[in-house]
């Protein structure tokens, strides 16, 4: 079974302040799949970062980072200078490649809100 | 582009009442997935669609949920008998493929049942 554990459920920050979103999966599948989705209070799910279990570079995107450590099971998720706009759910994700995990198995969410 | 469309967008039914949900993906996407928001559950994987089959049914929560789509494309998720604790937003996701592409999610539809 596919396990997805965000043990962070709210965390409020200053404007401008950076923060980390911890992330932690448990599978079995060698080759699986990471994925950082942002629910903003309009309620769609929006697409941050995708990343394979085969590639662990770390990944900057403008003010996002993520950071995946396969020996740790974990792919956190920064965001530098954090803006008020940044405020939403953030949910991660995993998806194997076995049958039965080829779906998305989704973390309980980290509430994010920065106080301007 | 169009994106993954979902009607309705909300719905407010009575319990016992049967209920359909629609989900349009996003034309040429072969996959397509329905989920499931709650407070008590987070979000949650119903069932998805390779084309017109299903090969992964295991998380529809009873026989009252069934899904399907027709010629590659609209999918209906219905729910038969409603009960008070299928109050959820229900959200259908669409994919080039599955396993390598990123889900591209709808705005999904508030089912409500008193």
């Known amino acids: 079974a596919q396990k997805v554990t965000q043990a962070q459920t709210e965390i409020s920050v200053v404007e401008k302040e950076d923060v980390t979103l911890d992330c932690v999966y448990e599978?079995?599948?060698?080759?699986?799949?990471l994925f950082w989705y942002k629910q903003p209070p309009s309620g769609e799910l929006v697409f941050l970062i995708r990343?394979?279990?085969?590639?662990?570079q770390n990944e900057i995107s403008g003010r996002y980072s993520w950071n995946f450590q396969k020996s740790t099971s974990s792919f956190n998720f920064t965001i530098t200078a954090s803006q008020v706009v940044d405020s939403a759910v953030y949910f991660c994700?995993?998806?194997?490649?076995?049958?039965?995990?080829?779906?998305?198995?989704f973390g309980t969410g980290t509430r994010l809100t920065i106080i301007p | 582009g169009a994106g993954v469309s979902q009607s309705p967008s909300n719905k407010v039914t009575e319990k016992g009442k049967d209920v359909e949900l629609r989900c349009d993906p996003i034309?040429?996407?072969?996959?397509l997935y329905w989920y499931r928001q709650s407070l008590g559950q987070g979000l949650e994987f119903l069932i998805y669609?390779?084309?017109?089959?299903?090969?992964?049914k295991s998380g529809l929560p009873s026989d009252r949920f069934s899904a399907e789509r027709t010629g590659g494309s609209v999918s209906t998720l219905t729910i038969q008998r409603t009960q008070q604790e299928d109050s959820a937003v229900y959200l259908c996701?669409?994919?080039?493929?599955?396993?390598?592409?990123?889900?591209?999610f709808g705005p999904g539809t508030r089912l409500t049942v008193l």
């Open positions: 034309s040429g996407h072969t996959a």
């Open positions: 669609f390779q084309g017109n089959s299903a090969p992964d």
């Open positions: 994700a995993l998806m194997g490649s076995n049958f039965g995990n080829e779906k998305l198995t």
């Open positions: 990343r394979n279990s085969f590639d662990e």
């Open positions: 996701a669409s994919s080039p493929d599955y396993i390598l592409s990123k889900q591209y």
């Open positions: 599978t079995r599948d060698t080759t699986y799949y």
